[in-house]
T-cell receptor, first 113, second 117 residues
Framework: SQQGEEDPQALSIQEGENATMNCSYKTSINNLQWYRQNSGRGLVHLIL?????REKHSGRLRVTLDTSKKSSSLLITASRAADTASYFC?????????????FGQGTILTVHP | GAVVSQHPSWVICKSGTSVKIECRSL??????MFWYRQFPKQSLMLMATSNEGSKATYEQGVEKDKFLINHASLTLSTLTVTSAHPEDSSFYIC?????????????FGPGTRLTVL
């Protein structure tokens, strides 16, 4: 199964700065999703971008998708200490995958107050 | 989004015992749920797809006789770790598949931390 790769593995920034995380994947997808996980907790769905979309916004989040490069990026603008968490991309291959998601390795984001 | 609960949130058991973890979809009828395992500082690995009223589909390398899945209703799936060993200690997370129009996504439970002594 495909495994997404994310970089950086860890990112440390100051409050107010922007945070950019990247995700690469290997096979064709139907959509790509970003999730957030606070330490020791479940995942929170942030945003979904379809394969025919190039950019999507949701509040302080901006996601881009480049299917030719098989990559996506998540930008968090004006970061806050409360944004500290792990962020994962997950790809949905569609078709007969029946909704299965394949997760990237994740980026640990630390926002210092 | 859908609200998903898991019970228990954490459990400690002795090696050789079996542990059952429940995953409930509180406000959505879920024909499909997924079970994941997450080791410390690692990503989520899909273990199996739980289908209401039929047998679960396991990912390669996951022992179906060790990780028993029962999806007896549209709101409940259970994962039983049989004869647990210390290497089974992990964070187990379930999710509910939501299909709405062209959108296919998942909502996750809060996870269950299993520690096998």
């Amino acid at each position: 199964s495909q495994q997404g790769e994310e970089d950086p593995q860890a990112l440390s920034i100051q409050e107010g700065e922007n945070a950019t995380m990247n995700c690469s994947y290997k096979t064709s997808i139907n959509n790509l999703q970003w999730y957030r996980q606070n330490s020791g907790r479940g995942l929170v769905h942030l945003i979904l971008i379809r394969s025919n979309e190039r950019e999507k916004h949701s509040g302080r989040l901006r996601v881009t998708l480049d299917t030719s490069k098989k990559s996506s990026s998540l930008l968090i603008t004006a970061s806050r200490a409360a944004d500290t968490a792990s962020y994962f991309c997950a790809t949905n291959a569609g078709g007969t995958s029946y909704g299965k998601l394949t997760f990237g390795q994740g980026t640990i984001l630390t926002v210092h107050p | 989004g859908a609200v998903v609960s898991q019970h228990p949130s954490w459990v400690i058991c002795k090696s050789g015992t079996s542990v059952k973890i429940e995953c409930r979809s509180l406000d959505f009828q879920a024909t499909t749920m997924f079970w994941y395992r997450q080791f410390p500082k690692q990503s989520l690995m899909l273990m199996a797809t739980s289908n209401e009223g039929s047998k679960a589909t396991y990912e390669q390398g996951v022992e179906k006789d060790k990780f028993l899945i029962n999806h007896a209703s549209l709101t409940l799936s259970t994962l039983t770790v049989t004869s647990a060993h210390p290497e089974d200690s992990s964070f187990y997370i379930c999710s509910v598949r939501i299909l709405a129009g062209r959108t296919d996504t998942q909502y996750f439970g809060p996870g269950t931390r299993l520690t096998v002594l």
